[in-house]
């Protein structure tokens, strides 16, 4: 039964509310957010500047704790989790931010190599193989020794994908991920999420103000004030 769940939903939110800031700063920035999200899905969350976007998606992500409210991510619940559930449960999920954090100094196929060893496991050469894999399907399998510095900014984005996906997470939590990109390759990278959606049953949570984006959506959620205002 709780197989069952988990494989039907792999997010499930119920009367979520986040505070920021304490004494008199202390602030409600998200208000009885519900959200159950089916696996394999895109879902986008839209909504204008400050409206809880990323909170949303952090606190879903396991990247910021959750105080009030149940976030079922996986199975398992967030509230109340111990950080070493938090650790484990996020070497099963993949991450995409605007800033994509390449390192510098690191050619294309070393930056998602080092999406594999957060995760340490497999073997170097094994690894090197997945590492090559997942930026031929990106489309950069003629970029794998560039530097970032040599890579267009599409291109680096990309690679930033290649980077999350390299671990094939269940899923994958994506802050404008193409906010610096032309539409073309905007779209590119959201086809990719989306065919990981129907080869892997990897699913997507993506924050976006990028209209064109939306029609590869399977289900929109905007926010304002802190409060899901749409759900088509
Ligand atoms: N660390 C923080 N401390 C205090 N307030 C915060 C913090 N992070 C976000 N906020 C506030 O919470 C609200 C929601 O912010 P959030 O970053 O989730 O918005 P967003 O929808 O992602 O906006 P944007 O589209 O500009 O990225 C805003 O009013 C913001 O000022
Ligand atoms: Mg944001």
Request: hydrophobic content about 40%.
């Amino acid at each position: 039964m709780t197989r069952r769940l988990e494989n039907t939903s792999p997010i499930k939110v119920a009367g979520l509310n986040h505070w920021f800031g304490t004494g008199d700063a202390r602030k409600q920035v998200i208000w009885d957010v519900n959200l159950s999200v089916t696996r394999g899905s895109l879902t986008v969350l839209m909504g204008p500047s400050g409206s809880g976007k990323t909170t949303v998606l952090t606190l879903m992500g396991c990247l910021r704790e959750v105080h009030d409210g149940s976030v079922q991510l996986l199975g398992a619940e967030l509230n109340g989790a111990t950080e070493a559930d938090a650790v484990a449960l996020r070497r099963r999920l993949g991450f995409i931010f605007q800033a994509h954090n390449l390192h510098e100094s690191l050619t294309a196929s070393q930056n998602v190599l080092m999406g594999l060893e957060v995760h340490g496991r497999g073997d170097p050469a094994q690894q090197m193989r997945a590492a090559h894999h997942a930026l031929e399907l990106v489309g950069l399998a003629d970029r794998l020794y560039y530097l970032p510095a040599n890579l267009s900014g599409g291109q680096k984005q990309r690679v930033a994908v290649a980077r999350a996906l390299v671990s094939n997470p269940e899923i994958m939590f994506a802050d404008e991920p193409t906010a610096a990109l032309d539409k073309a390759s905007g779209r590119t990278v959201v086809e990719i999420l989306k065919s990981l959606g129907r080869e892997r049953g990897t699913t997507t949570v993506m924050v976006t103000h990028d209209n064109r984006i939306l029609e590869l959506a399977d289900r929109i959620v905007t926010l304002e004030d802190g409060r899901i205002v749409d759900d088509v």
